[in-house]
């Protein structure tokens, strides 16, 4: 069996061959992914249904929300929690660290069972804060769950806004356009549209399309032959598929497929 730091060597020989590198638990509960060695901009998006946090080990990163936007350098770190718009900009040289864990994932057992091993390459003060975001998933509501909450007409469209945003990230790849969001969700597209701003805090174009980035991910894990890749996750093509894809991973979908791993597999 491989022992812990041979995988975070591994994470590093891949990091430095592709600037990124991206660990996942066969078990699905939660990704390690680690960045450095070169300037990297990961533009506008958020992380549906995953809790992050990240540390910064050298260099200089900022990030940005839709509250503040601040520079944090080596030994600082973050957390961002499901749904939250933000980017974020690596300077050269720069080294960052990201654990991903689904929502409820890490206080379930497999979940427990990889990240008491996952942050193995974590500093004491790394250890603090991740043992941190574990009491944070357990105490703060997932968004959407209001159900002590009374009924406000509010409430109804940020739920109904979110069940639709939930079947994008169900199906992806099925092609809806603004009236049939529309529609789903019981409003006027122009009333829709201003909704959905304000509770995704983007559009519903630029929300599908980060569902269809997810989902041509987990089609490169599972090495979906690369003729099959754009059509099956709904891009126009595959040129179209690439441009986008290397403009939100700054790298190429093939790069991606030889820069991820299953943790377990190694």
């Given at each position: 069996?491989?022992?812990?730091?041979?995988?975070?060597?591994?994470?590093?020989r891949i990091?430095?061959l592709?600037?990124?590198?991206y660990?996942?638990?066969?078990?699905?509960?939660?990704e390690?992914?680690?960045?450095?060695?070169?300037?990297?901009?990961?533009?506008w998006?958020?992380h549906a249904?995953?809790?992050?946090?990240?540390?910064?080990?050298?260099?200089?990163?900022f990030?940005a929300?839709?509250?503040?936007?601040?520079?944090l350098?080596a030994g600082?770190?973050?957390?961002?929690?499901?749904?939250?718009?933000?980017?974020l900009?690596?300077?050269a040289?720069?080294?960052?660290?990201?654990?991903?864990?689904?929502s409820?994932?890490?206080?379930t057992?497999?979940?427990?069972?990889?990240?008491s091993?996952?942050?193995f390459f974590l500093g004491?003060?790394e250890?603090?804060?991740?043992?941190?975001?574990?009491?944070?998933?357990n105490?703060?509501?997932l968004q959407?769950?209001?159900?002590c909450?009374p009924?406000?007409?509010?409430?109804?469209c940020?739920?109904s806004i979110?069940?639709?945003?939930?079947?994008m990230?169900e199906?992806?790849a099925e092609?809806?356009?603004?009236?049939?969001?529309a529609?789903?969700?019981g409003?006027?597209?122009w009333h829709?549209?201003?909704?959905?701003?304000?509770?995704?805090?983007?559009?519903p174009?630029a929300f599908?399309?980060?569902?269809r980035?997810?989902?041509?991910r987990?089609m490169?894990?599972?090495?979906?032959?690369?003729?099959?890749?754009?059509?099956?996750a709904g891009?126009?093509?595959q040129?179209?598929?690439h441009?986008?894809?290397?403009?939100h991973?700054?790298?190429t979908?093939?790069?991606?497929k030889?820069a991820a791993?299953t943790?377990?597999?190694?």
């Amino acid at each position: 069996m491989t022992t812990l730091p041979e995988t975070y060597a591994h994470l590093q020989r891949i990091a430095s061959l592709y600037g990124s590198a991206y660990a996942r638990a066969a078990s699905g509960c939660g990704e390690v992914i680690l960045t450095q060695g070169r300037a990297q901009f990961y533009p506008w998006h958020m992380h549906a249904e995953h809790w992050t946090v990240g540390f910064v080990r050298q260099g200089s990163v900022f990030l940005a929300t839709k509250i503040e936007s601040r520079q944090l350098r080596a030994g600082q770190h973050f957390s961002i929690a499901p749904y939250e718009l933000h980017s974020l900009r690596l300077e050269a040289e720069s080294s960052l660290l990201v654990v991903c864990f689904e929502s409820g994932g890490l206080v379930t057992e497999q979940g427990r069972a990889f990240f008491s091993q996952g942050p193995f390459f974590l500093g004491e003060a790394e250890r603090t804060c991740f043992t941190a975001a574990d009491a944070s998933e357990n105490s703060i509501p997932l968004q959407g769950a209001c159900l002590c909450m009374p009924e406000t007409e509010e409430l109804r469209c940020a739920r109904s806004i979110r069940e639709l945003a939930r079947l994008m990230l169900e199906k992806p790849a099925e092609a809806l356009c603004l009236e049939q969001m529309a529609c789903h969700a019981g409003y006027s597209p122009w009333h829709f549209l201003r909704l959905f701003q304000k509770i995704m805090h983007m559009t519903p174009h630029a929300f599908q399309l980060l569902c269809r980035l997810r989902l041509l991910r987990a089609m490169l894990r599972k090495d979906t032959a690369s003729a099959e890749l754009a059509v099956s996750a709904g891009f126009v093509d595959q040129s179209h598929m690439h441009k986008l894809f290397k403009r939100h991973h700054g790298m190429t979908p093939g790069q991606f497929k030889k820069a991820a791993f299953t943790l377990e597999a190694l």
